[in-house]
């Protein structure tokens, strides 16, 4: 079977500005998908400055004919064997915008393109607030979960960022012995799985859900294994939070969702950030991931096991 290259938007910088060949990303006879995400990524925080790198990532698009896949919650939606409300949207356009625009005041009047007569437009505000709103939730989300579970972490949340100790809050001893035995019951996994459909619920045909019939039953049962690999790696991120000291990152939500893309072993995602690698192994799906470059060389099924879990991004999506 084909496989399918699911890169993220450090890949896309990149290949754009030829630090890679697409040679060090896909084999011969590959597929190689990006994520609606990349493209907001590139949008919501476009600016002067960025202007020339974000337009190289985007012409990396055009140019390798890089294909897109669904937005996260439509292709769960697809992934649960529900009916689409409406066709996912596609980010084609604005791809098009800015690979194609030569300065952050043209792109936002407006690209003319006279054959199909219309003009491509971004509008760089909207993206940011709707990329931070998303982002936000997300991270106040498990802040929440943090709170509720880790001793003396509200008090140190609730102190002035610029005050507080260095040292994050975290699990210890027996406390964090009951959580890790926690994320390992299938009833952890369950409330995951349970997630992932709700998600799913959101672009779904509410016409379509109706009552539970034997072939919904079958299609949630095929489902739980195609968004197995995401479940155990979104565990892992979890337990890095509860036990390790560490702060949720907004860019992590959408690099995290990467991997519900990640169906089976011939759906690969590309990427070369130690966290996502790291975080892999420690789930059991190194055989998920690719690394790429001079750095690692094309390798699936390696990861450098002594990887820090927290990496500077070369690039603020």
């Known amino acids: 079977m084909t496989k399918t290259i699911i890169i993220d938007t450090h890949v896309l910088y990149d290949i754009g500005l030829n630090n ?5 990303v896909r084999k011969p006879g590959e597929r190689l998908c990006y994520s609606p995400i990349s493209v907001i990524e590139l949008v919501s925080k476009l600016d002067d400055r960025s202007f020339d790198d974000r337009k190289a990532a985007a012409g990396a698009i055009l140019m390798h004919g890089i294909h897109e896949l669904p937005d996260p919650e439509s292709h769960l939606t697809n992934t649960f064997g529900y009916k689409l409300a409406e066709p ?17 005041d043209e792109v936002k009047r407006g690209i003319p393109d006279y054959g199909n007569l219309v003009r491509r437009t971004l509008n760089v505000p909207f993206a940011a607030t709707w990329r931070d709103k998303g982002e936000r939730e997300w991270v106040d989300s498990l802040i929440h979960l943090m709170v509720e579970n880790i001793p003396r972490f509200r008090k140190w949340y609730a102190t002035d960022s610029d005050r507080r100790s260095p040292s994050v809050p975290k699990l210890r001893g027996d406390e964090k012995q ?3 035995a926690g994320m390992r019951s299938r009833e952890w996994f369950a409330q995951v799985i349970a997630g992932c459909q709700m998600r799913a619920f959101i672009k779904a045909d509410n016409r379509a859900l109706g009552r539970i019939t034997r ?23 979890l337990v890095r939070l ?20 990640s169906t089976d072993d ?15 192994e420690s789930a059991g799906f190194t055989r998920r ?26 690039y603020r999506h």
């Open 266 to 280: 011939d759906h690969i995602v590309a990427t070369n950030e130690k966290k996502w690698i790291a975080l892999a």
């Open 289 to 314: 991931i690719r690394t790429y470059g001079h750095r690692h060389g094309m390798a699936e099924r390696q990861c450098d096991h002594n990887c820090p879990y927290e990496e500077a991004a070369r």
């Open 178 to 180: 009951r959580f890790l």
């Open 20 to 24: 890679v060949s697409i040679k060090d």
């Open 215 to 237: 072939k919904k039953v079958d299609d949630l049962v095929a489902a739980i294994p195609k968004i197995e690999c995401f479940t155990h790696i979104y565990t892992q991120y």
């Open 88 to 104: 996912a949207p596609s980010y084609a356009d604005a791809v098009l915008a800015l690979a194609e625009g030569h300065c952050l």
């Open 242 to 261: 509860m036990t390790e000291g560490l702060l949720p990152r907004q860019n992590d939500s959408g690099d995290i969702d990467l991997f519900l893309y």
